[in-house]
């Protein structure tokens, strides 16, 4: 069963670079995904999408602070130079051909 | 410019329907695998129900099998999800979502991952 998951929470500082995690399950180790943001009171919005070689595909206006990499299992989503907008909810979405998945989502606060 | 508008949320009982509508501009809908994804109140986002281009292939969440029904109008660059039998659990922003994809010899094909959103619509299900 392709299952992905998230920390909860991560924090930065301003200008600081983060880097989120998303963990793909046995079996799966394969996958690709796709990074969503969603800030508060809003509807996600695609970032980009990453390959299990690392490859990554951002969506149209996003900035090169936002890059993908992989290792493993393991899917990333750094951000550089944070910004205060950049303060949101983060979720990964993997899928099957019958099946789309998300994680629970990484709050993220720039502190 | 790509733009998904849902509409068609609103109060309902335990056990009523409701009928949730997507319209889309900017883009050939006829082309696209389109998706309903929900978030409950403070919760994480899921996935709701999948719909190939031409409503050839239809998925649903385990959740909502038997109870939703996702359709598709091309012709009106429209999409639809039917609710029915309506639980407490089921309250949450309603999202639909279209997924990249390509078309090569007259078939369309989808890459199975979101690229554009809706701005929601929210259900409450309430005794």
């Known amino acids: 069963q392709l299952v992905v998951t998230q920390s909860p929470s991560a924090s930065a500082s301003l200008g600081a670079s983060v880097k989120l995690t998303c963990t793909l399950s046995s079996g799966h180790s394969n996958y690709a995904i796709a990074w969503h943001q969603q800030q508060s009171e809003k509807g996600p919005r695609y970032l980009m999408k990453?390959?299990?070689?690392?490859?990554?595909t951002r969506g149209d206006g996003i900035p090169d602070r936002f890059s993908g990499s992989s290792s493993g299992a393991e899917r990333y989503l750094t951000i550089s130079t944070l910004q205060s907008e950049d303060e949101a909810d983060y979720y990964c979405?993997?899928?099957?051909?019958?099946?789309?998945?998300f994680g629970g989502g990484t709050k993220l606060t720039v502190l | 410019e790509v733009h998904l508008v849902e509409s068609g949320g609103g109060l309902v009982k335990p056990g009523g329907s409701l009928r949730l509508s997507c319209a889309a501009s900017?883009?050939?809908?006829?082309?696209?695998?389109m998706n309903w994804v929900r978030q409950a109140p403070g919760k994480g986002l899921e996935w709701v129900s999948s719909i190939s281009s031409r409503g050839t292939y239809i998925y649903y969440a385990d959740s909502v099998k038997g109870r939703f029904t996702i359709s598709r109008d091309n012709a009106k660059n429209s999409l639809y999800l039917q609710m029915d039998s309506l639980r407490a659990e089921d309250t949450a922003v309603y999202y639909c979502?279209?997924?990249?994809?390509?078309?090569?010899?007259?078939?369309?094909?989808?890459?199975?991952?979101?690229?554009?959103w809706g701005q929601g619509t929210l259900v409450t299900v309430l005794s």
């Open positions: 979502a279209r997924e990249v994809g390509y078309c090569s010899g007259g078939n369309c094909y989808s890459m199975y991952y979101f690229d554009f």
């Open positions: 979405q993997s899928w099957g051909t019958a099946i789309r998945v």
């Open positions: 900017g883009f050939s809908l006829s082309n696209y695998t």
């Open positions: 990453v390959n299990r070689n690392g490859s990554h």
